[in-house]
């Protein structure tokens, strides 16, 4: 089974719905044959790499409400993320734009560290309250994620590396109608849109496993009816005796 998961490292619900679908996998007994790879989504493909704004400025100026009215919004988010183990620092999140954090996903992938980049930088965003437009800060994490830093660092000075395995991920998003993340895709043809509760996630991995491994079906080659050699409920067929 082949789980893929469009996603943004500045979206709170990307971190939540991660969360959630790592807990209905380690309760799912086919854990072991399940993939999960991560697309790239950006929220805001135009955000600045320093908008000099806090999170709550950002979404007060976005949807028009008040600095107040953003912090219990965003408070609301952070009760769902503790729900989950997380951790959310909303006060000193540094908004910034993500194609370089997605370019060093990438490159994670091509040395198989592409699971453990994306949780690193989801933490340091969203706990660790770091600024993922700092390239010094991505090969930071790059780094502690096993990679080369230096390499990572020469990946992220150039701005062609790894950009377009980025654009092809956004491309494929469109061609699905993906306008929002978290989004989840499984085996290219069951979807799963938002953190969904933890049951859902839970619900669809059976569900799927099941359609795509269904349960074999047997072709009874008894001769006859076979009730005179048979036994069931506690007694047998007793074949009628020849005088």
Known sequence: MKIEVWSDFVCPFCYIGKRRLEEALAQFPHKDQVEVE?????????APVSSGKSIHEAL?????MSIDQAK????????????????FRFDEMKPTNTFDAHRLAKHAKHHGKEAVVTEKLLYAYFTESKDLGNLETL?????ASGLDRQEALTVLNDKTA???DVRNDEGMAKQYGISGVPYFVINQKYAI????PTETFAGALQKVWEEEN???KFQD?????GDDAFCADGSCAVPPRNE
């Open 38 to 46: 991560f697309k790239s989504f950006e929220l805001d493909p135009n």
């Open 60 to 64: 007060a100026s976005k949807y028009g």
């Open 72 to 87: 219990d919004a965003n408070a609301g988010v952070g009760k769902q993320a503790a729900g989950v183990g997380l951790t």
């Open 139 to 143: 090969a930071d994490i790059g780094e």
């Open 162 to 164: 790894f950009a377009n």
């Open 193 to 196: 849109s938002g953190a969904q």
């Open 214 to 216: 269904p349960a074999p």
């Open 221 to 225: 080659l008894s001769p006859g009816n």
